[in-house]
């Protein structure tokens, strides 16, 4: 294509088994109108410097591989479009994880958090296949929908605040999902989990920042299904005081 | 040091039917210990892209032997009837089970799950989560998953042999990608489920991750893959990038349209029939194709495309049943649809070919089986319709899963220091290939080369000429693959490594679609030739089987199970 422009990359290296401390290199890359950010850093693993290392696959913003921070703010990297930047693009791993290698980040604190919310389907009985599908109003579904749009790819976690400075708040996402299952009709385990979250800043180290919800490249909002949860958390917590078997 | 891992069970892939593979493991039996091993984590596999739904009979006035015939035909007469009709009674239980493990399945106004139309599909039977529906279902089996202990996850791992003993399969050796340490895992079955290998194509809906690994490790160890000619071209993905725009939006109404504003599939005959845009995908792509050639495209940077128009839905009813497409056409094109129509071309989307099993995913290797898009179990025979994919995942996962108990229990452990020694050879033959700096051959463009030849040899439309050039070319490339320099010797997340191993899985796979694709000489399903345009029944209904031979690939046969639904004439 003809209207090629040159952008330069400055990308954070770090390799734990030679490196100190993070160091950058800086890649000149001749990108095309259409790309992502992505495009890029594939264009340089593929042509400029195999040793890269970052995270991809989907490239349709749906499989939450590629979060990074470019030009400081937390990106899913195929959906952020290139042109939205200037000359020179820095390219960082995702904020509040520990870095593994490069641009990829460890998140297992994640996975652990986002088990403690029990994010599945709780009932006193489980429905068998032959009593067919549970009824389930369009209302109903759209209680939780917003919040089952997760794609876990921890923009959330690296734009907030709580996450870097509490290290008991489960964070958005794990949060959301947690929630997500609380607002389903079919879901009877509510009490269980808001239990869980009322555990020590599990839910309300959350400081109303709001980042999280800025960031998010689906709209899931988590920053109003932490807001919900700590009512409902609290809620649940007094119905348990006021009535006798916490109200069941 | 070798770090050994010892289960019951080991699932190689966490994507649909590697989930419900485990699930199923565990729901037989309390007790067994399932290893989850996967190159990336499960809620990264590639089923989180399909888009537009999932097959099973809902409704009244649709029935088993609908979806059944429907099926066959849309294989045409290559899917075997016994598979097929296993597949249409278990597909409606497979998906209730989803629905009471919280898959958000879009409804009806009485709150009974909706169906919508797909191509092939001659009633409403494909169930949907608006147009996500592979990432709610995975998502779903993947958090369901998570309450049970005895599955065991092993994410980043990518396996690098099976371990094979005189008896059938009794492990894998897999590379930790963070530390670059290999490590064992035994146990008594395996069952691969790591999807297709789209990524032989240079245009393609799948993602980075879909390179065949498993069909390759099954081909490398005397599993013959089975049909891999049949690799099917989705008729709508995004110029460009390939992204997938899905059937669904035909089957909500919208329509194709041509440089001349026409609806071509209405317009001209192209043997899709009265269905028009509802027709299956093999015949779709071809139309488009013909509609190009016949000078009706309209012409773009990535070659000539056509139509495809939603906007008479009305943005309610795209915000609906389809927002993630707008929100795909408006971050990929710069296209809304709800005032502009999409532009796409067909591209490159599922193999129906695969490694061959039986029914129960089963391979001719004792305890190794095989389900989702890496098996052919020979559901969707030369051409799959679309939605019944997703389906097939649950089906065939949940029976390998069961299977794979009631097998490990009557099969004993290999031989522990026989499989570390294994393990130690394979930590040895990564240690030499990391950072290979000798060769003179650039990992990227062996890759590219391959994927230039498979598109021009083994595209929608083949002739013998150009097959077997893609044959010849695929052979040399790799030669040229063992010639391949490496620049990173980090043990570290080394994903240079990675991508070696895979393409050396991809060229496998790709010398299996070409050599089957060269031998089928007649037009069914996805395998088009303008040498031979009809069907050939008299010699060729009957499975392709491709075997590897370090000498070069072997061709043999395997009959096809018919049953009450003859071979006919394939028309809509």
């Known amino acids: 294509m003809s209207s090629e422009v040159k952008k330069t990359f400055v990308v954070t290296r770090f390799d734990p088994d030679r490196d100190e401390e993070p160091r950058t290199d800086r890649y000149e890359v001749p990108v095309q109108p259409d790309w992502k950010v992505l495009d890029a850093l594939n264009y340089i693993k593929d042509e400029i410097d195999s040793t890269l290392a970052h995270r991809w696959s989907c490239r349709m913003a749906v499989c939450g591989s590629c979060g990074m921070q470019v030009d400081g703010k937390p990106k899913l990297t195929c959906k952020d479009s290139l042109a939205n930047y200037g000359d020179t693009v820095t390219v960082e791993p995702l904020a509040n994880f520990p870095v593994v290698r490069d641009l990829v980040v460890e998140f297992e604190g994640f996975m652990e958090k986002f088990k403690s919310v029990k994010p599945w389907i709780i009932r006193a009985k489980e429905r068998a296949v032959e009593e067919g599908t549970h009824r389930q109003s369009p209302a109903e579904l759209e209680a939780f929908k917003q919040f089952s749009m997760c794609i876990n790819c921890m923009l959330c976690y690296s734009a907030c605040p709580a996450v870097s400075n509490e290290p008991e708040f489960a964070g958005p996402a794990a949060i959301a999902l947690g929630h997500r299952y609380n607002l389903d009709s079919r879901d009877e385990g509510d009490s269980e989990r808001l239990a869980a979250m009322r555990d020590e800043g599990f839910v309300y180290a959350c400081s109303y920042a709001n980042e999280c919800s800025e960031v998010c490249p689906k709209n899931v909002d988590p920053a109003a299904a932490v807001n919900q949860s700590k009512l409902l958390a609290t809620m649940d917590w007094m119905k348990g005081l006021v009535l006798p078997r916490g109200g069941k | ?572």
């Open chain 2, 1 to 572: 040091m070798v770090d050994v891992h010892k289960h019951d069970i080991i699932i190689v892939g966490g994507g649909a039917a590697g989930l419900r593979a485990a699930i199923a493991a565990v729901e037989a039996d309390p007790q067994v210990s399932v290893a989850l091993v996967s190159k990336v984590y499960p809620m990264r596999s590639h089923t989180v892209s399909a888009e537009g739904g999932a097959a099973a009979v809902a409704r009244p006035d649709d029935s088993l032997e609908m979806h059944g015939y429907d099926t066959v035909k849309g294989s045409d007469f290559l899917g075997d009837q016994d598979v097929i009709e296993y597949f249409v009674e278990e597909a409606p239980k497979e998906l209730t089970r989803l629905e009471h493990w919280g898959c958000p399945w879009s409804r009806n106004d009485d709150g009974s799950v909706a169906t919508r139309a797909f191509g092939g599909m001659t009633t409403k039977r494909t169930w949907y989560a608006s147009d996500k529906v592979g990432f709610h279902m995975l998502h779903s089996l993947f958090q369901h998953s998570m309450q049970f202990d005895r599955i065991v996850r092993y994410d980043e791992r990518f396996v690098t042999q099976l371990l094979i003993e005189d008896d059938g399969i009794k492990g894998v050796s897999a590379l930790d990608v963070r530390t670059g340490n290999i490590e064992v895992f035994q146990a008594r079955a395996v069952i691969l489920a790591t999807g297709g290998g789209g990524k032989i194509f240079p245009f393609t809906t799948n993602g980075n991750i879909k390179t065949g690994d498993g069909m390759a490790l099954a081909y490398r160890n005397g599993v013959p893959l089975k049909d891999m000619e049949f690799v099917q071209y989705h008729p709508t993905g995004l110029p460009g990038t390939g992204i997938l725009i899905t059937e669904a939006t035909r089957g909500e109404g919208g329509h194709l349209i041509n440089s001349e504003g026409e609806r071509f599939l209405v317009a001209y005959d192209y043997g899709v029939g009265n269905k028009a845009e509802l027709g299956p995908r093999d015949m779709i792509s071809r139309a488009i194709i013909q509609e190009i050639e016949a000078g009706r495209g309209l012409p773009g940077t990535y070659g000539e495309y056509v139509h495809l128009d939603l906007r008479h839905l009305g943005e309610d009813k795209i915000m609906k049943r389809l927002p993630f497409v707008r929100e795909l056409a408006t971050t990929y094109v710069g296209v809304d649809p709800v005032t502009t129509p999409i532009p796409i071309r067909p591209v490159v989307h599922y193999m129906m070919g695969g490694v061959d099993t039986d029914i129960d995913g089963l391979t001719r290797v004792g305890g190794l089986f095989a389900a989702g898009e890496t098996a052919c179990v020979s559901l969707n025979g030369a051409n799959r319709l679309g939605s019944n994919s997703l389906t097939e995942c649950l089906v065939f996962g949940a029976r390998a899963g069961q299977r794979a108990v009631a097998l490990s229990k009557e099969t004993s452990d290999g031989n522990d220091v026989a499989l570390r020694k294994r393990g130690f050879e394979e930590q040895e033959r990564i240690d030499t290939l990391r950072g290979k700096k000798k060769g003179g051959e650039k990992l990227s463009h062996v890759r590219r080369e391959m994927t230039t030849s498979m598109e021009r040899g083994c595209g929608v439309y083949r002739t013998q000429d150009t097959m077997d050039a893609t044959v010849q070319e695929i052979a040399q490339l790799k030669g040229r693959f063992a010639d391949i320099a490496l620049q990173d010797d980090s043990r570290v997340f080394n994903t240079e490594i990675i991508a070696a191993l895979e393409l050396g899985n991809m060229l496998d796979v790709a010398e299996a679609v070409a050599n089957s694709a060269a031998y089928r000489k007649e037009s069914r399903g996805a395998h088009t030739r303008r040498d031979h345009p009809t069907r050939d029944d008299q010699n060729y209904l009957h499975h392709t089987l491709v075997h590897f031979d370090p000498a070069g690939p072997r061709i043999d046969t395997s009959q096809v199970r018919l049953g009450h639904w003859e071979p006919e004439e394939r028309k809509y």
